[in-house]
């Protein structure tokens, strides 16, 4: 397994075509926007280091034998799958951001079986192709990034519809050695700090959408392969030198609209082309594993919300007031709920033919569903907790400034035991988390991430059964 | 294990002194009002004895090797724990009521921890009394009543500040032979159907209260003991012999007062005397195990009203209406968030010191915190999508009335292809599960079963480390 | 006006045809099941007879500028409106039920206006008829029973494409004299009450359902009307001569379902016949009128469980507890806030062509959306207050008992200061509102009546003028 | 009444300290952060010039009769505050921020009322004084800033507990002449906007804090005032040239902390001194008057976000799916129902001694506390409907690069027949209004502007009448 560092240098020696407001990016390791994101990755090879954490942060590889992180490892059993959760939400404790290497775990174990199922019925050879990918994704613990969704256009119309044809990424020619492929992948969190990026078509398909229903890797810096940045709110705080207004200055996350502008793919590397029956399995176990993680990445960064809250809370001098009392309480209660959902999905999986372990597909989408909603009212608890401060105090610059700096040290302390800087750095983490940067992961990732709310109520009619239901009841009013 | 019948025969040789309307009960096996409730319990007798249902429905005893039915096991392992919701939700789908028998297995574990540590610290006799006692609830598949709540008289007074001492039950008495007790015991589900009752504590009890300390065993009949029968919303119907009226005409539930006059307990029955210390261990215990059982039973019953909600959609012509589909797809993923916290502080379970498995504490509570809400929004739901023709329609005496019956029979017909009496039937099942009989299970004692939503939220509380979470705010925020 | 005594004498003399439990009810009046609902009228007329409730209860008639009860009225102003909702209010807080009356209310000024529009496009002589029976509805004092809500049979399919052309009703035979109509209205309120009923469509029609296209009045003792008695929830309580258990023992509503066995309507007391395009309208304005209602009426019964749950914890000694505080607050919350609802839609209001005033619709079908909710989760939090007991005490028969009585009254008895008896009356009336008969109208009502919450839904996004709205967020965002 | 110009005018001739981003601000009217919110107060002069808004902007004085707007006006009539709340909603609709001018209006009112009811018990001069400043602000078409929030220190200790007196503004020294005062007042809306500055305590008091007892007005340019200016999300894109990512580049609001450095007032000046009675009632009138603000204001905002998530929907081509149509309707919902309560508390408003109106304070506290939800809600579904680009793209830089310009046209069209810059500009103004500088008005000062959650909730239970409820209660139960 590589060290933090050694996974730091990987990246350094990508040669990576990154935008970032409007120039282009040389170095990208070192840049202050792009670093907290790198920093949140580098944490899951930290944590794999330490002795405290190796239980979750590590496993046997089935084949090698050898140890290694989990973020490169085949589930093997119920159990790994709920160490899975456990260990997203122990590096959501740690970074208070999303980590951004549960996308690449997920694809790996949905492509996992899905090659399995397509070689068996097509004789094809996309499981003994994707072991070999595996087998060196483990061996150099390498970063994967799972791009799935595309940009999509009109949604109303499918991917031949619309009035172009490269709204959804698709296959624009094939060759002996192998294909090209144009389209772009949007929302990919984690690509730049990723040495490779395994592609899987975005939704079902029907038989004649055979150019859309293609799965790949490649390296991130391959040619033709580029990427913009997304911006995030108060993205530029990074810049100012100022840690304290950044809330959270050492962890992010990020997002980019990755371009594949005719990049050629060698037919080793291709892991689905064409056939369109296997899609459908391919997006709902990706989304189910990718479900299934939020149950534990966003409940670490509920517990930091929650740790924040409630300091918040000894800082004003609130804390024994009992209706913040009560707000804490039910900002745990909504976390623990989804860990719940987490932790159910996984111990009720089942293992595929393949014979990976699949999580509960159901319980996977209500953990979801959940995920869409209580992380919005945890994060309105703390905003109600914290106090208008949060969002009208001044910059850091101010603080340090000659003139202001010494009134607003007398006229924002809270408590008297606590520093006011220490309150203010607190309230910043609280922005943070619920208006900055990491709201982006924190909200709209927790919205829309692996589907958004409509995706699993759906997956949830499909999966209830509700004929057996309907036959309980009928057998309770006596309805033959 | 016993059959059904020959559990109803059991039960029909006790001599148990029942009050119901103002009378005397002289044969409660066979009373109408209380008949359904009896044929829940049986119901864990006869799945127990189908071949489908035996992996959940029994297990080996721990002791004697042999199969015994789950409700009267020592949980072995964190899949008996698993199993055990299983075994809930499949019962509440098969009664759609209370099937009363879990009180008594969770006071089973309970005791079994608690007797163990009291003996460590006082070399007390009680665990092996407590095995004893369990030997026998086993080998003869005995179905036993848990008593815990006290009537409490005010609630702002501790029980020796109460104007009368027996608002919670206490010692009057010590003798050579054994204790006599006085108080009553509230809300006792199940216990008619007993043969055992398990007294506890109703709550933490301070030094001073020794006589308040007291956990001990007695057959329903015992002398001194009697119950006057509580009145269920619309439980008359089940005199009038219209069977669609009462909506579920075979199952249901009960509650009763349980009055200790004086009563008698050998020493070999008594399982706590006066450590008050080891009070709050068996209260939270038995709370916390039943707190998960409702993320089962709920479960179950929940599922027999999403399929009711979807038969009425389905006899109404409304089933393809987007509203009415998102309507049940929501209450099925509030059932499953139920059923994910009921697995979830399964799964996390661990072993107490007696050897015996325990849920997950805060899991637990958070699961039941959940079944104070999910059930009231669920059939909340479901009275949308039935529509207000099930609290308007006329009784089943004018369905079969010359002059009015065809007429209701031409008129209250929904689609073409389903009688209209499966319409009503569905109906009254759902008035039932929401404002009849069934709902004082599924509302009420959803809301203060295993104590009301404050007693979770106090013990999420003391269960949430709260300090951690600070602390892991305070890294991320650069305080040191 | 009447007094209550000639309002129930004038009661007495109508001859109804009734079924109750599959029985002709010879003396309707004086039925106990019947009777409480009965009061709830007669209060109309009670409090119209009081000096402190005139100026709400009474209003001068626009055309005798004599005193006539405000249930007769045509709506002059936005302050008749308020008034409308403050008198509603006032009712609901003396009968804690439904009090049947307003549904005619609602129904004359919706024919009021709507008569007036049709007169004018088609020269009918609907206006004139309509006032000669409004001036007799004002001068008798009549109780005017609204009847809107057809069977429907296969909601996925018109009135004419129905298995049964009568599921709808509708205009069987049209002679010189009048017209001959069949059909059946569901879930009538106050129907047994009632001297007369304004009978309406149900739904917006198309121009080929023209025979469904009618409105009309008729006295309730009509030849070929009968009536078949709604069971409620608890209902046969009233018989057993228990008060206690009843919960609100003088105070209660109904529902019955009324058939229209070819009744004939002779063409004076015809409204609209076969002008569909009018048919829209009357049904908006009708369920405009009722939707504002239940801002009033609601809110009524909503005080008086907000008041029984204060006791309830009054008297538990559970008062002073910061949850329990907070939860009698949310409840005076919700409850306001459908206040505030019923209260904007009536000042808002504004002039029709004919004179009348009507309410905003957008805001009155906003009221309803939250009368759809709030009821539901201040019920849910009067259980949270009251505890189990409500739902698991014994019968008045018992609390009598010779044997059992004394241990109830030692038992049952809460703070030291109130009688046993008074805790248990109080929660049986929290019973009654949350699950007993009351439990009919304030939860099942607030869900259905005046149409289910789709009905709003689909009234919302019509009244809302969504497009004014993006030309809004257009200017903003710089889009031309 | 001044035109917008005149008013920009006015305010570059005042010599305002301010500090923003660590820098003394030079020229304010100009500065590309403050300059938006000066736009969005501009608007309440610019409107009042157009006739089709004159109606709600304008009203006349009552002393001189002459027209002014009505933001300097004093209430003199429900109708007045019914108008009131539509202004706001009006200006919310046309700023799409916080136009800030409601603060003074409120203050304005509630010292109008506090001052006369002072003098009478007191024999002050505060009335007449403060009649004399108001003229001078209608006549000169003054913008006023009311000053209420102390920052408060240790929230658990009062005033003069405080480790540092000034924590809460206090008089530090009486003069022939006038007053000295010192402190702060935090999150000052619209303060460096405005012309004078009238200041309130921020909470009831007792009569040994007779020096925290204060209100005042001084001109914002007074010697020894001094702003720094709070840093909202986002704040410094306004810097970056780039509208689009702005979201709203033309309108927003702003907050400073107002440090009042031993501030000399005349006695003129000076509306309450000491008198610790007539605290509660200013306090309470001032937050009751701005509570009712939220029920226009934030509702005017609600409508843009409305409308941006309907045309974000269109642009997708997701309009017509049912559960966006929902979702739309769902959102209208809740901010109607702002309104009926901003409407409700006006329209049931009642004269004071003064003779001015004041609102429904029961209402108004309602109507405060659903602010502190919905708007939550409503955000949370707009982002729903928006999708996740809204936080993942790129900025307008990269929109304009030669490299990335054209993939970001092709790649971020959505419908065919809308530019994808049209699609981009209504994504960042949702980003803006749930993420950004707009957000701080939406979300958190919905949640903590004119007091926190739990202030609303002390004032509803206190003017509930509980005991009256009760009493219903008794009558219905029959309890005597």
């Known amino acids: 397994m590589k060290t933090p560092t050694q996974y730091v240098e990987s990246l350094r020696k990508l040669n990576l075509e990154i935008y970032l407001l409007g120039e282009r990016v040389t170095n990208p390791v070192d840049h202050p926007i792009i ?8 944490m899951t090879f930290q944590l794999a280091q330490e002795e405290e954490y190796q239980s979750l942060m590590t496993t046997t590889s089935s084949w090698s034998g050898k140890t290694i992180n989990r973020f490169t490892a085949i589930h093997q059993s119920t159990q790994d799958l709920v160490n899975k959760v456990k260990m997203l939400r122990l590096l959501g404790q740690k970074t208070a951001s999303c980590f951004q290497r549960c ?15 397509t070689d068996q019925k097509y004789k094809t050879p996309y499981h003994k192709r994707f072991h070999e990918f595996l087998r060196r994704v483990q061996e150099e613990d390498l970063v994967v990034d799972g791009a799935m969704t595309d940009v999509k256009g009109d949604r109303s119309l499918r991917p031949g519809q619309q009035a172009d044809p490269d709204l959804y990424l698709r296959v624009v020619e094939r060759t002996k050695d192998g294909i090209v492929v144009r389209g ?33 890797t490649v390296p991130t810096d391959t040619k033709g392969l580029f990427f913009i940045y997304g911006r995030q709110s108060c993205d530029t705080r990074k810049l100012e030198g100022s840690p304290i207004d950044v809330g959270n200055p050492q962890y992010g996350g990020h ?16 892991f689905l082309c064409g056939e369109t029956d296997f899609v459908s399995p391919l997006v709902e176990r990706f989304a189910g594993y990718h479900r299934q993680s939020y149950g534990g ?21 609130t804390a024994k007031a009992s209706h913040i009392a009560d707000k804490i309480i039910e900002m745990i209660h ?10 159910a999905c996984s111990s009720e999986g089942c293992p595929t033919a393949a014979g990976n372990y699949e999580i509960d597909m159901l319980l996977a989408n209500v953990c979801k569903q959940n995920v869409t909603r209580f992380p919005y009212e945890i994060a309105r608890l703390a905003e109600d907790i914290a106090g208008g401060l949060m ?18 040290q007398k006229y924002f302390k809270g408590i008297a035991s606590v520093p006011t800087e220490h309150r203010l750095r607190i309230l910043r983490l609280i922005e943070n988390l619920t208006l ?19 995706a699993q109520r759906i997956m949830i009619r499909r999966q209830a059964d509700l004929e057996s239901k309907k036959k309980l009841a009928q057998n309770i009013a006596g309805i033959k």
């Open 391 to 408: 969002v009208t105090m001044p910059s850091e610059k101010d603080l340090r400034h000659e003139r202001t700096g010494p009134y607003l």
């Open 297 to 317: 990445c966003k409940v670490g960064v509920g517990d930091v919300l929650i740790g924040a809250a409630s300091l918040a809370a000894d800082y004003n001098g």
């Open 436 to 454: 900055g940067t990491a709201a982006v992961g924190y909200r709209t990732e927790s919205m829309h991430g692996a589907g958004p709310p409509q």
């Open 255 to 270: 997002e980019v609209l990755a371009i594949f502008d005719d990049v050629f793919v060698p037919w080793d590397r291709v």
């Open 184 to 216: 772009a992948k949007a929302h990919q969190t984690g690509m730049v700090n990723s040495h490779e990026v395994v592609v899987m078509p975005t939704m079902a398909l029907r038989e004649e959408e055979k150019e859309y229903a293609i799965s790949f």
């Open 103 to 117: 996308v690449g775990m997920d694809a790996l174990n949905a492509l996992y079986s899905t090659t399995f199922e």
């Open 334 to 343: 909504l976390n623990e709920t989804l860990y719940s959902c987490g932790l």
């Open 35 to 42: 670093r907290p994101s790198l920093n949140s990755v580098a």
